[in-house]
Structure formats: C-alpha cells, structure tokens
C-alpha cells in the first residue's frame, strides 16, 4: 500500500541555519504530495502541496519540489526562524482516498 | 467559518468507561477523517467518510472502537470499554473534495485512567 517515509527527528539548527526534512513516498499511481505542520497544542495545518510531478510548493519560506524519479518531496527553507519550531509531517493521497502521513520530524531551532 | 470543531477538549476517565468524541465538519466538506496521535505510533488514520459513508475503516483498533456520522455536520467516536492504552490526542479533520486541503480540529486529549 502507499507509504511515506520521513527522515527521522528531533532535528535541532540554530536560528537561521538552512533547513532540509527528508520524505520520500511509495505509490501506485501519481499521488497528491503535502507537507503539513503541527505547533504545540494544535491540530495539523497545511503547509504546501504539489499534485504532479516536477510542481513546487511553497509557503512562509518553505519549499518542497515533487521528484518522480526519486519519489521524493524533501522540505526546505533557507533560514530557519524559533517560531519554525514545530513538528512536521509528509503526506500523500492518492485517488482521492486517505491521506497517509509519515510519521513526522520534530524540528528545534534554537536562537 | 468556526473550522473543524472538536470536543471535549480533555476527557479523563476510569478504565472500562465509555468514551464519545464529538466533531463538527466545516460546512461544505464532504469528506470526514478520525486520526489517533500518540508518541509511540505517531498519527494513525482510524477511519474516513465520504458523503457520510464510512470508506475505510481498517486503523480501527479493535471491536472497543466504534464511529458514526449520522449527517454531514456530526460525527461521532465510542470507545467502550476504555482502556488506559487508548490515552491519546485524537484528532478529527475534514476536506471539501479529493487532493484538497485537509483541515484538522484542535484534537481531544483523552486519558484513561
């Protein structure tokens, strides 16, 4: 079945370091790729999404490129900021059917 | 628009209780989804409704789990009888259509004692 895989956490930069969170995906088809974001105490938030192949999601900084080839949609954002601090989680829906999440990176950005 | 809302916001009860976990989809979505949040597991898909049918129920735990949505502006999560391996925030969320945006709810922190 579809998966996602996340590289694992807590990652932990100092403030305006570049950041990058490694996800990759397997999939039958041709999903929709997302990456969302959960602040302590809260629900998950969209951060980005890309619905086909070589398309780029951005949002707040952050970026994430839909890679075919290497099935792959690795996050980044130039200078990390505290209030990035947060835990991030890679997604996929294929077909209009569930969104399985990977299991989600806990990043640290220390000022 | 109010988003998805949860309740309770915390719910601590006694083993062998029964639990309700209430959600109000965003006006307009069709789509339903029931996620468990914990250290260990991570985020778990318990179950989703499309048009208020259950699609998958597979992440359902065990027989203890039930859900329901009796209309496209409620639905509901039992658990009965509770048992202290169920503490866990459970997240409720929902989306207009397939591939859009999912909106999630703030979540029940549920602990059983």
């Known amino acids: 079945g579809d998966s996602v895989t996340q590289m694992e956490g807590p990652v932990t930069l100092s403030e305006e370091a570049f950041l990058t969170i490694n996800c990759t995906y397997t999939a039958t088809g041709y999903p929709s790729l997302f990456w969302y974001v959960q602040y302590p105490g809260e629900g998950l938030q969209l951060l980005l999404k890309?619905?086909?192949?070589?398309d780029k999601g951005s949002n707040k900084g952050f970026e994430a490129t839909y890679r075919k080839e290497t099935t792959s949609f690795h996050l980044e954002k130039g200078s990390v900021q505290v209030s990035d601090s947060a835990v991030y989680f890679c997604?996929?829906?294929?077909?209009?059917?569930?969104?399985?999440f990977g299991a989600g990176t806990i990043l640290r950005v220390k000022s | 628009d109010a988003g998805v809302i949860q309740s309770p916001r915390h719910e601590v009860t006694e083993m062998g209780q029964e639990v309700t976990l209430r959600c109000k989809p965003i006006?307009?979505?069709?789509?339903l989804f029931w996620y468990r949040q914990t250290m260990m597991r991570g985020l778990e898909l318990l179950i989703y409704?499309?048009?208020?049918?259950?699609?998958?129920d597979s992440g359902m735990p065990e027989d203890r789990f039930s859900a329901k949505m009796p209309n496209a502006s409620f639905s509901t999560l039992k658990i009965q009888p509770s048992e202290p391996r169920d503490s866990a925030v459970y997240f409720c969320a929902s989306r207009r259509g397939p591939a859009e945006k999912l909106f999630f709810g703030s979540g029940t922190q549920l602990s059983v004692l």
């Open positions: 890309a619905t086909k192949a070589d």
């Open positions: 409704f499309n048009n208020n049918v259950p699609i998958d």
């Open positions: 997604a996929l829906t294929e077909r209009g059917n569930k969104l399985v």
């Open positions: 006006s307009g979505h069709n789509s």
